[in-house]
Each structure stands twice: as structure tokens, then as C-alpha cells.
């Protein structure tokens, strides 16, 4: 599908999700400031999960089928788990708009899953934005190192990068028999399962966290959480996987600005660089990159 051909509904559900996912570096950064990058994750999870509960109990959800709760539970940890316990705990160091530029290489990575998985071709244009990509985020990862040395935390981030294209190529075939909010809904509260393993600290933890922590583990779970969740799924219902996750490419810019007038968070000129090339690359492969599929299916 080409994007003239998208519809106007769609385009609003995936603006406004990608909005609110921008905003989450900042309130990630917020919150850490009164919880660890588990705790955090786990209220931001135990908040989007209950708020998702009332939002199913009221449309009269209905249950999954036994044969795809595997498949479901597997989005859930790409999407939820990995992504998120990842993510937090880069940003422990890494700055937030470092981390959305980093994110942003997800598409490079949906691409290198469809050629493994699904069968797509990549044209040389292809091989070409990925080594551009994966430059930039190098570049990104020094710079979060002071510029000279590599900041092991930035590692953790494209670990979450890359569990976001294993949501994307996980999700699309689910979302062909069950609706976004059913979707949604299971896998987040699979992929918050083993997040429980934090609740001891949580519970120790919330006495005595500010107030501007909590509001942002608040904020996180139930805007960039389950609303942004349940928009994307949407969207990716009538998207492929590959062009939903082109989209996120233009996160970073959003990201920055949210965190500077959030947090005060003025980004620096090598991470700027670094992320001109990344993006750069990341364009070259959602444009140019594809060739037809061997093996689709």
C-alpha cells in the first residue's frame, strides 16, 4: 500500500499515537527520578493494563483463541516487556532524545526481519541505508559516551529498537483476527506478567516517590501507554508492518522538542549528527530499500 493511498483516519491514529509515544522519553527521564527503570515500567504497565480492563469489560471483549496465546504472549514480550524494561533502563544514562533517535532505527530492522522472515528483497539502495543507520546510531552512542568512549547503556536502547521490529512482524498476522483493542489489551497484559518480578520494589518504592514521578508513571501508562497502543494497533491493522513502522522515523524531532521544554534537555551537536545520518538511512531504506518478495506469502 502506498501512503497516497492511506486514509485519513488512519494518518490521525498513527499521528497522534506517534505524539504520545514522543512524549514518553521525557516522561520516562521524569519518572526515573523516583522509581527504578523497573518499577517504573511496571507501574506504567499496571496503569495502561487497568485502564485497557474497564475500556474491554465495557465493549464486552471477547477471550483469544487457546492456539494463539503463544503468538500473543510473544508479542507481548517484544512489545511490551523487552521494549520497555529495555528502554527505561538505557535512559538510566542515555539521554531521551538520544533514545528516540536510537528507536527510530526500528524500520531498518522490521527490514532485515521481512527479508529473513517474510521473504522481501532489499535493493542495494537497502543495504546501503542500513550500514547509514547503523552508522548514525554508532555515532549516537559515542556521543552519549562523552564523544570518545561507548556508552554501554545506548546498547540497551537498540536492544528495544529491536524489539520493536519483533512487534511489528509478530503483531500484523493477529491483527487480521482479532481487533485492536482485543489486541492490544492481551498482549499488554501477557507482556506486563513478568514485570511482576518488580512489584516488592514498587510497593516499597511509592511512599516515599515524589509527586512529579508518580503524575509521569501515570502519564506514561495511560496516554503514551494504552491510548498510543490501541491507536498503533489500529493503524497497523490496515497498514503492512513494514510502513507502519517507516513512521517512526519522524519521532525523534517530536521527542526533542517535548524533552527541552519538559526536562530542559538541550541535545548535543554529535547526537544531532549521528541521528541526521541514522534518519537518513532509515529514509533510504523505507523508501528505496524494498525489491519484490521471494517467498511471500
Known amino acids: 500500500m502506498r501512503r497516497t493511498g492511506i486514509e485519513g483516519s488512519t494518518l490521525a491514529s498513527v499521528g ?160 487480521d483476527r482479532y481487533s485492536p483493542l482485543e489486541y492490544t489489551a492481551y498482549s499488554m497484559w501477557l507482556g506486563t506478567v513478568p514485570m511482576l518480578a518488580f512489584a516488592p520494589a514498587l510497593i516499597g518504592r511509592i511512599p516515599h516517590a515524589p509527586s512529579s514521578a508518580i503524575a509521569a508513571a501515570v502519564y506514561l501508562g495511560v496516554f503514551p501507554g494504552a491510548i498510543a497502543y490501541l491507536l498503533y494497533s489500529r493503524a497497523l491493522a490496515k497498514l503492512p508492518a513494514s510502513v507502519a513502522s517507516s513512521f517512526l522515523y519522524v519521532q525523534p524531532v517530536m521527542a526533542s522538542a517535548i524533552a527541552w521544554f519538559w526536562i530542559r534537555e538541550v541535545p548535543q551537536v554529535l547526537t544531532v549528527v549521528g541521528g541526521a545520518v541514522a534518519l537518513a538511512g532509515v529514509a533510504l531504506v523505507t523508501t528505496k530499500g524494498r525489491g519484490p518478495a521471494v517467498n511471500a506469502r
Open 16 to 175: 497522534t499515537a506517534l505524539l504520545l509515544w514522543s512524549s514518553a522519553f521525557a516522561g520516562i527521564k521524569a519518572g526515573l527520578r523516583g522509581f527504578g527503570p523497573g518499577e517504573l515500567a511496571l507501574a506504567r504497565f499496571l496503569t495502561a493494563s487497568s485502564a485497557l480492563g474497564v475500556y474491554a469489560a465495557a465493549a464486552r471483549m471477547r477471550l483469544p483463541r487457546r492456539q494463539d496465546l503463544g503468538r500473543i504472549a510473544l508479542g507481548g514480550l517484544f512489545g511490551i516487556t523487552v521494549y520497555h524494561l529495555a528502554l527505561n533502563f538505557g535512559e538510566t544514562t542515555v539521554s531521551a532524545g538520544a533514545a528516540s533517535l536510537i528507536i527510530a532505527s526500528g524500520p531498518v530492522f522490521t527490514a532485515i526481519l521481512a527479508r529473513v522472515l517474510l521473504g522481501e528483497r532489499l535493493t542495494p539502495w537497502g543495504w546501503l541505508g542500513i550500514a547509514l543507520a547503523f552508522s548514525g546510531v554508532a555515532v549516537i552512542t559515542l556521543a552519549e559516551g562523552g564523544g570518545l568512549s561507548f556508552e554501554p547503556a545506548a546498547g540497551l536502547v537498540v536492544v528495544a529498537a529491536m524489539s520493536t521490529a519483533g512487534y511489528f512482524v509478530v503483531s500484523k498476522p493477529l491483527l
